[in-house]
């Protein structure tokens, strides 16, 4: 068994053989960063670069983590600090670093389908870490990692993503992963951060938050992003905590062996109280840990696989 | 009989006039760049063409003989983006595409605001191998604040106004553009997008902007856009046109107001009733990005039956050259636009006329003698004293749209790689041949 594609784009199209593959890998990854040494030789002599268009602290350093603890060359990369501020394109970019021998590319980037055209530009394998609000597939591999290690399945359970559904990457990634896996999903979020027909996903839709986490096996909260409030997509971040927050108080409405999760960066308060965030349930900084093991075993899965291999 | 009384003859071919409703096979005399004479084919003696020098008599039996055909929406970047196309080489363009007349969109650098743009255009375009009429901006530099010297404009030759790429949004500047070109009789010519609902928005929203998370240019920001525009037509009793139809909302609004006898035409482009906007999330291909976006199946359907009912008077290609670097990036950040003058006849031929939605006169109208009536064109029609303006179709050769068989400076098409039916054998400008099929 084998991964199809040499790329990680997104996990729109993947198959329950190929995420239980992934899933199935990451545990052992996940054993070997509890070890005193944490570093595998698996990546030998494979220069990775990652390519950082937009901020982001987790998925980077655990991106760069999980490479280095296979042993790969690492060189990251930031905007703010390179030629893209003296107008040089993505195309050129990248193609000018692989001419210094890189084998993979981890890519983030505002704009949706820039990992896609990465692909038409250059020969390395290339892993999304976010583009635009289209996917974000390891944060999804390891939403679902989380999810299987503490219920020892997924087909069956039923996964609520609250929050702004619209401008998600991860709710996108959810969905197309928890789906090909059998499980339920519904989304929920206020009206005007429900994409037009969203329903066609295949998922239930909610805007009143009780009704969506009824019986529900895991909540996994998105941050709201207060520059859409600026928009005017919602009034005022007061009434988004009170119509969506995810309190206490909503608790016993889920299952009684329920999960809390979070893709962070957290706005306490907001969208999630301090005592959910950090209560037994919560299972946040696990998966942050998990992230690691997740994006181990992807770089391990793709490195290697050639052009012909499809 | 003189030896030059003629200078070419268009011999047998199966003539196609929308406006004198002609069908049959003939014979089209030119002398001085004008249609002469018009014979059934049979009727002319042998000693008549023995006059004539062999190489002036086009034998185009099987062929389909029309008016050369008009493109009464394109942008042809000169003055400005001359590394993008130029008057030569977009009028190149349209020679092998088959149009005879191009009308040319004011969104240059400087804009086309001015008497002075409008004649440097018309100068630069008498050598080339297409007619080319000028649309003024309705506004200064189609910023949609203040009205453009209209009436420079028209005396300068210009043929209508636009501020195309851009609405006007305040719909008090419309009010006041619609009722002052009243006076020159041209009509304006509306890109109908309302620019708050569209703001960001790099494609149709829908299912597959939701999929791809990416901002939607939704079909209710054209909508009322339109509609706005035929609310402000009726009141003022000016003249609109609407640009680049491309949603169900919108051919119903213009089906509405024409039912209610409002002074309004439309224009359809070819991308907007062969393409969906599921093309998009295979290959994030930029060259799908356009203003207004590809839409939803529903719409296409739509556009097309505007098309047949006649709510939908031409079909203009809306041809938008971008340079290759510009396109070469992510989606997002690509220039809407896609160059249309080449593949034009062959989407129409494809996917209106082998799909039995349109005749081939009711499509060679919208692209000859409706736009030439919109406005006030001299060609559009074959007939006596007619210019010989003339576009001769192969209308069953099958060919691929490929990249470097382009005559544009640009390349950005959609199209590219796609086999379609129906393509120009000659086109014939003032009685000179400006493109012949290899």
């Known amino acids: 068994m084998q991964l199809h594609s040499r790329h990680l784009l997104g996990l729109e199209g993947i198959t329950a053989e190929e995420l239980t593959l992934i899933l199935d890998t990451t545990e052992s990854f996940r054993e070997i960063i509890e070890r005193p040494i944490k570093k595998v030789p698996t990546l030998r002599g494979i220069t990775v670069l990652n390519l950082f268009y937009e901020p982001s602290t987790r998925t980077r350093i ?32 990248v193609r000018n670093i692989e001419a210094m021998k890189i084998d993979m590319v981890v890519v983030r980037h505002s704009s949706s389908g820039a990992p896609y055209f990465l692909t038409q530009c250059v020969a390395s394998n ?75 996903f295949g998922v239930d839709v909610y805007t009143d938050i009780d009704k969506a986490i009824a019986g529900a096996d895991v909540v996994n909260i998105m941050r709201i992003q207060l520059e859409r409030q600026q928009a005017g997509m919602f009034p005022s971040q007061r009434e988004y905590t009170n119509l969506f927050g995810m309190t206490k108080e909503r608790l016993p409405l889920l299952n009684r062996n329920y999960t809390i999760m979070h893709p962070g960066p957290m706005n306490r308060g907001v969208e999630i109280t301090n005592e959910v965030a950090d209560g037994e349930s919560s299972v946040i900084l696990e998966q942050v840990t998990n992230g690691q093991a997740v994006r181990m075993a992807v770089l391990y899965l793709l490195s290697g696989k050639k052009e012909k291999e499809g | 009989m003189k030896a030059d009384k003629y200078d070419m003859v268009i011999k047998g071919g199966m003539v196609i006039d929308p406006a004198l409703g002609f ?71 349209a020679a092998s595409g088959g ?42 530099s189609i910023k949609g604040e203040e009205l453009s010297e209209i009436g420079d404009l028209v005396k300068a030759g210009a043929v209508a106004i636009s501020d195309d790429g851009n609405f006007v949004q305040n719909p008090e500047i419309m009010r006041w553009a619609l009722e002052y070109a009243k006076m020159f009789d041209i009509p304006i010519i509306s890109h109908a997008e309302d620019q708050f609902l569209c703001s ?34 009726e009141f003022t009793g000016g003249r609109l046109h609407i640009a680049h139809v491309s949603t169900a909302g919108a051919v119903k609004a213009i089906r509405q107001a024409k039912a209610e ?83 034009s006849l062959g989407l129409i031929k494809t996917f209106l006329i082998d799909k039995g939605y349109l005749s081939w006169s009711d499509a ?75």
């Open chain 1, 62 to 93: 655990s991106f760069e983590l999980a490479e280095k603890r296979l042993s790969a060359d690492t060189i990251s990369f930031t905007t703010a600090a390179s030629s893209v501020k003296k107008g040089e394109t993505l195309k050129d970019t």
């Open chain 1, 126 to 200: 290339i892993i999304n870490a976010g583009d635009g609000a289209h996917e974000h597939p390891t944060q999804a591999l390891l939403d679902m990692f989380t999810i299987r290690r503490k219920y020892k399945k997924l087909k069956g359970l039923r996964v609520v993503l609250v929050g702004d559904i619209k401008h998600s990457r991860v709710v996108r990634s959810n969905i197309w992963g928890l789906k090909a896996m059998g499980v339920s999903v519904a989304l929920c979020g206020p009206s005007t951060l429900l994409p037009f027909e969203i329903e066609q």
């Open chain 2, 23 to 93: 069908g049959n096979a003939a014979d089209l005399f030119i002398k001085d760049k004008k249609i002469v004479k018009i014979s059934k084919t049979g009727a002319t003696s042998k000693k008549e063409f023995a006059f004539i020098p062999s190489e002036n008599i086009i034998d185009v039996s099987g062929k389909l003989v029309v008016p050369g055909l008009i493109d009464m929406h394109v942008h042809l970047r000169e003055p400005g983006r001359e590394d993008e196309e130029t008057i030569i080489t977009g009028c190149e363009a």
């Open chain 2, 99 to 140: 149009f005879t007349s191009v009308c040319c969109m004011p969104n240059t650098s400087p804009t086309i605001d001015n008497q002075e743009t409008v004649k440097f255009v018309l100068s630069r375009a008498e050598q080339a191998d297409a007619h080319v009429y000028v649309i003024g901006a309705v506004t200064k």
């Open chain 2, 200 to 233: 960001g928005g790099v494609m149709n929203e829908s299912f597959q902007s939701t999929r791809l998370g990416m901002k939607g240019r939704p079909a209710v920001g054209e909508e009322i856009a339109v509609l706005r525009d035929i609310k402000l037509c």
């Open chain 2, 261 to 343: 006898g409002i002074n309004i035409t439309a224009e359809a482009c070819p991308h907007h009733f062969s393409l969906t906007d599921d093309e998009i999330g295979k290959e994030f291909n930029t060259n799908f990005r356009v203003n207004p976006p590809i839409r939803s199946r529903k719409d296409v359907d739509a556009v097309i039956e505007g098309l047949v009912d006649g709510t939908i008077d031409c079909i203009a290609s809306d041809h938008a050259p971008h340079a290759e670097e510009e396109k070469d990036v992510e989606f997002d950040q690509a220039p809407p636009g896609m160059i249309g003058l080449e593949t």
């Open chain 2, 364 to 438: 060679v109208g919208k692209m000859t003698y409706n736009p030439a009536r919109i406005l006030g064109l001299s060609g559009g029609h074959l007939g006596i004293d007619a210019p010989a303006d003339i576009t001769v179709i192969d209308p069953e050769k099958k060919w691929t749209v490929k990249k470097e068989n382009f005559r544009s400076k640009s390349k950005n098409s959609p199209f590219i790689g796609w086999k379609l039916s129906g393509k120009v054998d000659y086109t014939i400008l003032g009685g000179r041949v400006v493109y012949k099929t290899k």
